[in-house]
C-alpha cells in the first residue's frame, strides 16, 4: 500500500497512524488542519534527538525550532504546496534544533490528504 491509496474518508484515525507506521519507520507527523495539534509517530529514541517528550505537539514547535537561515524558504514552499488543491507532496530540506541546540539536517517529505475539493485534511 502506498499513500496514493490512503483514503481518509475510508479510514478511521486509528487506522490512518497504523497504516501510516507501517509505510515508514522513520520520525512522521500528522496534523490534522481542523487544528494546530501535530502528532508525532516514530521510534522514541528519535523523538527524544529533538525533544520531543509527548507524542503530541503545537504546529508552532516546528517554527520555533527550524532554522532561522532555513524558515523563509521551507515555510514559503509549504505554504505553497499546502495552498495547491492538487499538490500531494512537498519535499524540503533544511536545518532542525534538537537536543542541546543541535542542528540535524532534515529531510521532510510532506504528503497532503485531501477532501474531494481540494482542501487539505491531513
Known amino acids: 500500500m502506498g499513500f496514493a491509496e490512503i483514503d481518509a474518508n475510508y479510514l478511521s484515525d486509528a487506522e490512518l497512524f497504523t497504516t501510516l507506521i507501517k509505510l515508514s519507520a522513520e520520525l512522521m507527523w500528522v496534523r490534522e488542519f481542523t487544528h494546530e495539534d501535530v502528532v508525532w509517530i516514530g521510534a522514541s529514541s528519535n523523538l527524544k534527538k529533538f525533544g520531543i517528550h509527548a507524542h503530541k505537539t503545537r504546529q ?37 534544533k534538537g537536543v542541546g541546540k543541535k542542528w540535524h539536517y532534515i529531510r521532510d517529505k510532506v504528503c497532503f490528504v485531501r477532501d474531494k475539493n481540494g482542501k487539505p485534511i491531513r
Open 60 to 96: 508552532q514547535f516546528w517554527y520555533d525550532n527550524i532554522h532561522p537561515k532555513d524558515l523563509r524558504e521551507a515555510s514559503s514552499g509549504y505554504n505553497a504546496a499546502l495552498n495547491d488543491p492538487l499538490a500531494t507532496n512537498h519535499v524540503r530540506e533544511y536545518r532542525f
